[in-house]
């Protein structure tokens, strides 16, 4: 019923539509006859150059129109039969039906029980889905017992799904499963769309196929509750058979695989032997499916003509043309002709084939059948086989050889090409995992496989002369492949294939072999000199040089390319100042900008920094390191502001920065004029190695207020030179003066991997490393003079793990001063690839000058200091235990400085202590006293003297190559060896001349102790003294005696005892001496006891010189005219006069023969006789 007719008043929203069939009224269409999808009206009028319009209602059907296109057609004067009298037709595209079309269930098998199924779901929306909406499939009771699994994978020609959307997999009440993909804020737009899912089949057979239910609805959350957005669909599943008895890929061999068209690489037509073994015997003539994984394409007939078949089952071709003659009777049944299939229908990745009734069970049978290969490996890759209600095994299938996953190609520049003198080289990384494994250089030949690698034709690779340069290593590689292992050449009219040859020891190892690796190739090339679309690059891999040679191809692959679009007018960045190193801070780096398009409001504008130049000074302001417009007031924006700066990773080494200035906003048109320099400075700080090659580029981008990428340009950013980090070059084992020998210890943190460090000793002159030694783990390859290198062998120097190299036995330079080194790595023996470097370092060791002896040092006693009091000790050598003043004549190679310091300390032999010493008494005389304020430091036993400590630094206080006189205090523990060091400093402390503490010092002798007795001391008498010496350590054969003055040795017939001999006078003193000698040569025991001397006493008991009295003197030596051991000095006695004496006399002048009367009393008994001896006259 047509009656709702009525014609509009508006065609569209601005233009009116006239009456349909005259003003005020219409013509009423009738229907068709028999036809209800057709008006006709049977006369109406219209005027030229009319709009005319009609609103009339209609029932939609449930689905879109599947036998027509969905369109409406008017057609004036369609009922006429000559062409001239139908005068116009015209087709208008209809809305599509909201229901849901394309709804399709695929699997990859079929059998019962399996746990790793992967199921298609298939479908095809008309209205959006917007958010609490959803896609709900869901089975019917046939459907039981399907269990799914996430993640989803989206197949290849499906349209994207939403990345917000929510996946759910269940049951229903009745255990039919349920999948619902319910839309979030994104909704799901109309499109088609192909999900997989990894499902378990039924644990039990379906015979019938079920039902699946696709539908979109409102409120998807009250599911089974239906608000339609589309209508539903349904379609049929599938049944679950059982196992099949087997089924393979039948394993050819070689010469099999020429005759029967093996062909592995992507893309090409293959034949593949099947086979396979029935549980039951088919008792009608059935299909027999075989599914191959995602990517194949068997051909729409894949029976083919007589003369070209395409499926084979002829015991004479299945394994190639006449080869009736090798088939493997024992192992394959032959096919019956009457049973060969009648039909093959190919349908995407499906084969169906119709086999009549004849195989048997307990036979297993081949055939042969062509599909061409997808462009790369499927990810689950199993073929299926079903017949007869029973379905195989998965079987496992083969890699396509091409590269495994994904290659691809990833330029720096995106900038087509400016129209410059230089044009800009654009590195491109190809990354990729081979599936077949490109050989190496074989030993009788020159090269080995070869990699090509195909531009698009706008491109062109850089070459001089043919000849190319790349980098290429295994991902994750600190280094690539040694230059000689590769040979790169370009080839192509155009410059747009390049050619890789193995020309070394390396292999590119396949995933075929288990060991596969991705590999990373970086290319140079020249970008189109126009914007163009993404196209594709090529990756081929050949076993030999002979690429020509179908025999040699291995993997074929194609590379999604990239979209070149425009570039700046000019770009440019320059290192002012030219600083290089690394961890070096670069405070002018000049930018200069120039954009092809003007600068609008609402634009950015970004200039991103190599990877590792951080450019941000306050992170969280995002300010700028000292930004600085140039000829600018007061910036080149003025009313946007200065940029922002911005870093990611900024906590690593190799943060990734950008200049910034986020949105243009200068309320005007335009903001800033196309084709004008924007210059600017930044500041920044070298990263400590120079960035990977991909990532030491500048990169200027324009973006209009869309986001649209309007035009980028690149700019190569400089070298750094990869500075060793942590660095220090010190003495091992305590400073030493230039020239001797020291050990030295190189500490330094590397930054890249290498295997060697080169050592050169720049100052002061005369390091001689000849003779030098390191740890026998290491190698030294050179040592000559100056220079070392030294190879770490396998463990190699590792990028951040600090190292110490200890180099003993090295002589010093010459002179002394601040040494200065240079360091190198390098990442081969051959030295031909530096890595790391420091050059002309000076935070090491200062090596101190020498400090020389000009004469022997002497120590005086304190007897010797006052000779007038002590005549007899003064002629003695200086006695351990006792102070004594010591003197040394020293020069130094290097002038000590005001506010420095001479140190003086001593240390005995094998840690033993050394001399005591005291400040009192230091001096230091030149050509003058020199002043010094000395100070003894506890911890150390040193005299520590401060020169001149009230004149500046810089002033002279002791000059070079000049002697002084260090005079000062000391006190002596032991005889044994005492080495006197001698140190200066700097005001800072700083060590600069120094005698290693080899000045061999003083030899003091021992100390004796003495003791005289006696039991009579009569004057003028011969008396038996005894004396007990003690010598102590002392080595002694002769013994000299020294009497006090009037003391005389008994000269006589029985001499002065055993072993002595009277001697001479002792110098000046007078005072009488004789010697013990040992009888036998031996030395003299430590304890001399009882020693009995005949002396002849004086009158009286003598009064002295000195202070020495009447004391009593021993003198050890070796013998003969050896060197005093030691001395001693013991009290003596006095002369006893004998008690009660008296003369008695008269007092008369010239009195004659008077008597005199003589007391006295006698101490001792047994005297003989009684001697009186007048005065004189």
Not at 482 to 491: H, L, R, V, W
Not at 689 to 711: C, K, M, Y
Not at 935 to 956: H, M, Y
Not at 1013 to 1018: F, G, I, L, N
Request: aromatic share 12%; charged share 20%; proline share 7%.
């Amino acid at each position: 019923k047509w009656s709702n007719f009525e014609v509009t008043a508006n065609c569209v929203d601005t233009e009116p539509c006239e009456d349909f069939g005259g003003a005020g009224g219409g013509v009423i269409p009738r229907v068709e006859g028999g036809v209800s999808n057709a008006l006709v009206w049977d006369q109406v009028y219209f005027n030229p150059n009319v709009k005319y319009g009609f609103r009339h209602k209609i029932r939609m059907p449930l689905f879109g129109p599947r036998t027509s296109a969905n369109a409406f057609f008017f057609e004036f004067g369609f009922d006429k039969s000559m062409f001239s009298d139908r005068i116009r037709a015209v087709a208008v595209e209809a809305t599509p039906v909201a229901s849901m079309v394309n709804c399709k269930v695929g699997y990859n098998t079929n059998q019962v029980g399996i746990l790793d199924n992967r199921m298609q779901f298939e479908f095809q929306t008309r209205t959006e889905v917007g958010e609490s909406a959803g896609i709900v499939i869901v089975g019917d009771v046939n459907c039981r017992g399907f269990v799914f699994e996430a993640p989803y994978i989206l197949l290849d020609g499906s349209d994207t799904l939403p990345d917000d959307f929510t996946l759910s997999l269940g049951r229903q009440a009745d255990q039919t499963p349920i999948i619902q993909l319910k839309a979030q804020e994104t909704p799901i737009a109309p499109g088609y769309y192909k999900i997989e899912l990894k499902a378990a089949n039924p644990a039990g057979l379906v015979a019938y196929a079920g039902t699946w239910t696709f539908g979109t609805y409102r409120e998807v959350n009250q599911y089974p509750i239906k608000y339609y957005i589309d209508n539903e669909m349904e379609v049929p599943g599938f049944t679950v058979d059982e196992r099949m008895k087997h089924a393979g890929l039948y394993s050819v061999n070689d010469l099999q695989k020429k005759a029967t068209g093996r062909e592995d690489r992507p893309g090409y037509m293959n034949s593949l032997v099947f086979e396979f073994e029935l549980n039951a015997r088919p008792e009608e003539m059935k299909v027999m499916l075989l599914k191959a994984p995602h990517g194949f394409v068997f051909e729409d007939d894949c029976l083919g003509p007589d003369h070209d078949p395409r499926l084979h089952t002829d015991n004479n071709t299945v394994f190639g043309p006449d080869t009736e003659d090798f088939w493997p009777a024992g192992e394959l049944a032959t096919w019956d002709p009457l049973i060969w299939p009648r039909e093959c229908v190919g349908d995407g990745r499906d084969a169906s084939f119709r086999i009549p009734i004849g195989l048997e069970v307990n036979k297993r049978y081949a055939f042969r059948i062509r599909v061409q290969n997808p462009l790369k490996s499927p990810e689950w890759n199993k073929w299926t086989l079903a017949y007869n209600g029973e379905a195989s095994d998965p079987i496992p299938g083969f890699n396509i050889w091409t590269s495994v996953g994904e290659p691809t190609a990833v330029p720096v520049s995106y900038a087509r090409l400016p129209g410059t003198a230089v044009p800009i080289v654009n590195p491109v990384t190809v990354t990729f995992r081979p599936y077949k494994t490109v050989p190496a250089k074989p030993p009788s030949s020159l090269r080995g496989g070869v990699v090509r690698i195909e531009a698009p034709s706008t491109f062109r690779f850089v070459h001089e002369n043919g000849k190319c340069q790349v980098d290429f290593r295994a991902v994750g590689d600190s280094t690539p492949w040694p230059k000689s292992y590769t040979d790169c050449e370009i080839a192509g009219a155009s410059f747009t294939k390049l050619f890789l040859y193995m020309t070394g020891e390396n292999e590119i190892v396949g995933d075929e072999s288990g060991d596969g690796q991705d590999y990373q190739l970086i290319m140079y090339v020249f970008n189109p000199d126009t914007a163009e679309e993404a196209q594709g690059w090529r990756l081929d891999t050949f076993s030999t040089e002979n690429w020509q040679d179908p025999e040699s191809s291995l993997d074929e692959s194609l590379i999604p390319g990239f979209a070149v679009h425009n570039n700046f007018w000019s770009f440019s960045v320059d290192n002012v100042p030219e600083q290089y190193d690394g961890n070096e801070i670069v405070n002018d780096v000049t930018i200069v900008v120039s954009f092809r398009d003007n600068v609008k409001d609402g634009d950015m504008i970004t200039v991103y920094s190599p990877r590792g130049f951080n450019l941000v000074a306050n992170p969280e302001l995002n300010l700028c390191d000292n930004y600085r417009p140039v000829d600018a007031s007061p910036d080149w924006f003025p009313f946007t502001g200065a940029p922002e700066c911005f870093c990611e990773d900024e906590r690593t080494d190799f943060p990734s920065c950008r200049v910034q200035w986020v949105k243009i906003q200068e309320g005007k048109s335009p903001a800033f004029p196309r084709k004008k320099d924007i210059t600017f400075k930044i500041s920044t700080r070298n990263p400590k190695n120079t960035p990977f090659i991909n990532d030491n580029f500048w990169r200027a981008e324009h973006h209009s207020v869309t986001g649209a990428l309007q035009a980028s340009q690149i700019a190569k950013s400089w070298e750094v030179n990869p500075q060793l980090l942590e660095v220090d070059v010190r003495f091992a084992n305590g400073y030493r003066s230039a020239g001797s020998k020291a050990n030295i210890d190189f500490v330094f943190t590397p930054v890249n991997d290498a295997c060697c460090l080169e050592i050169q000793a720049e100052y002061p002159l005369e390091f001689d490393f000849t003779q030098a030694m390191v740890h026998s783990k290491y190698t030294i390859l050179q040592q000559e003079g100056s220079r070392m290198v030294i190879s770490f062998g396998t463990l190699g120097l590792s990028p951040g793990v600090a190292v110490t190299l200890r180099v003993t036995d090295v002589t010093l330079g010459r002179g002394g001063g601040q040494t200065r080194w240079n360091l190198m790595t390098y990442l081969d023996e051959l030295l031909t690839t530096q890595k790391d470097e420091i050059l002309k370092f000076e935070g090491g060791f200062r090596l101190p000058g020498n400090v020389i002896l000009e004469d022997e040092p002497l120590l005086t006693s304190a007897w010797k200091e006052a000779e007038s009091i002590y005549p007899v000790k003064s002629l003695f050598r200086p006695r351990i235990g006792e102070w004594a003043t010591a003197e040394f004549r020293l020069s130094f190679s290097q002038a000590v400085m005001a506010q420095g310091k001479l140190i003086v300390s001593c240390q005995g032999a094998e840690g033993e202590q050394g001399y005591s010493l005291r400040t009192d008494g230091f001096i230091i005389v030149g050509s003058g006293q020199i002043d010094a304020v000395a100070v003894f430091d506890d911890s150390t036993g040193a005299i520590e003297a401060t020169l001149k400590a009230d004149r500046p630094a810089t002033e002279t206080a002791m000059l070079a190559e000049t002697p002084y006189t260090v005079t000062l205090k000391v006190y002596a523990h032991t005889g044994g060896v005492n080495l006197w060091r001698f140190d200066t400093t700097d005001a800072d402390e700083g060590f600069t001349n120094t005698n290693d503490g080899l000045t061999q010092g003083f030899s003091p002798v021992e100390n004796f102790l003495l003791t005289v007795s006696v039991v009579r001391s009569p004057p003028n008498a011969i008396i038996e003294v005894v004396l007990n010496v003690d010598k102590g350590d002392a080595v002694i054969r002769e013994l000299m005696i020294i009497a006090p003055p009037g003391f005389k040795f008994d000269d006589g017939v029985e001499g002065c005892g055993d072993m002595c001999t009277p001697g001479p006078a002792l110098g000046s003193t007078g005072r009488r001496t004789a010697t013990l000698t040992s009888p036998t040569g031996q030395p003299f025991p430590r304890q001399l006891a009882g020693l009995r001397i005949r002396m002849k006493t004086p009158e009286h008991t003598p009064i002295g010189t000195g202070s020495e009295g009447i004391m009593w003197f021993v003198e050890g030596r070796t013998g003969g005219l050896g060197t005093t051991q030691g001395w001693g000095q013991g009290a003596g006695f006095a002369v006893t006069q004998m008690a009660g004496s008296a003369v008695y006399y008269a007092g008369v002048s010239g009195l004659r023969a008077t008597q005199i009367i003589f007391t006295f009393t006698l101490d001792v008994d047994a005297g003989s006789y009684i001697a009186v001896v007048p005065p004189a006259g």
